[in-house]
């Protein structure tokens, strides 16, 4: 999601605030680990990449 698209799609920012209030309703532990899966998805591709350097 580039800003510019974030700007001129309302419902874009929309669906982030509710999903953001989904996640704050998770009991922590659920919520620790949800952060965590998709950290570690988003972060694999730099993983790789800068692997040993």
Do not use: M, N
């Not at 988003?42 to 990449?49: C, K, P, S, T």
């Amino acid at each position: 999601l580039g800003t510019v698209r974030l700007k001129e799609d309302g419902s874009l920012i929309q669906q982030l605030a509710d999903a953001c209030l989904v996640v704050d309703a998770l009991e922590p532990s659920v919520r620790e680990e949800l952060v965590k899966t998709v950290c570690h998805k988003e972060l694999a591709a730099y993983e790789q990449i800068f692997e040993g350097t």
